[in-house]
């Protein structure tokens, strides 16, 4: 539905992204992942047709939008920093873009109405200046916005990022399942790695402007193709050699083991997972789960567990250590 076929973006010497392919699905929740810098603004808005890219072309629904307008490519953006309308009321920015498409008042009612019941905003609201509103509130005005001129592709970039952590979590959950209601292609921006899983169909990760890989969440946690992706996304122990020997693995290449890839109690597939032995030298409680450093012949490895059912370990006591050395990530 969205192809990007070689597409370089410069900025004077810049070259913000220098060769940049990518598919993305009809239908699809596809993210952008990265640290800060990396190129995913740039990527979406030369998408949306803000920025010309000095090379490659653009397809949306097979045909070449490179050269298109920006609201002939019927693509809603919601910004960084949302971009609303202070002085205005919630009703009059959503109706923005209706307005100067010269849409009949009745309609313009009718439609905003209707989308400002899909993001959750009451009537009350809709007369509201926008400056009254809560960060979250602004939020779903900046996305009713984009969304009450129907487009086919809603770019969203950071939309969670000035919110609170807790209301966060609660906002992702509306947003993916408002997306899968209406069934729309969607690309989102995040630097936020959980963000990114939990949302996701598929994610790209970016490094520098080039993608290190694109997959579904689980290829992108489990089997991450480059140190970059393995690093960045999830927290991981960085394993000795001499504890890659004992696993019967490499040790010259740099290894990775994600913390919750340690397990205090011995699998049912047992022979898979090769038994250690370690002293607990930390623990910090978490409430849902504990994450320990264990000394393990002198190397450090860090483990979380859940502790449904288990007493919790104490610092200084002995534990068994179970590692099925197919969970660990080498480059
Ligand atoms: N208008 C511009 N003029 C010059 N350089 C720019 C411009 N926009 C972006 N850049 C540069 O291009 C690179 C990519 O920027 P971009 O804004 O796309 O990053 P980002 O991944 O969105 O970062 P963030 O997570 O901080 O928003 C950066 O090095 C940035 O300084
Ligand atoms: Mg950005």
New binding site residues.
Partial sequence: MITFDNIEVT??E?V?IPDLNLEINEGEFFTLL??????????LRTLAGFIEPSRGEIYIDGKAATRLPSEKRRVGMVF?NYALFPSMTVRQNIAFGLAVRHTKKDETNRLVDEIADQVELTTEQLDKNVSELSGGQQQRVAIARALVLKPRILLL??PLSNLDAKLRVQLREQLKNLQSELGITTVY?T?DQEEALTMSDRIAV?NH?VIEQVGTPEQIYNRSNTEFVCTFVGANNRLAPALLSRLGLDAARPSYLRLEKVSLVRHTDAAASVPLTGTISERSYHGAFSTYSVDVDGSDLRVTSSETGVTPRAVGSTVELFVDPRAVLQY
């Fill in positions: 900025f004077g810049h913000a990265g640290p800060s810098g990396c190129g995913k603004t740039t990527a960084q970039d950071e921006v630097h970016f402007g």
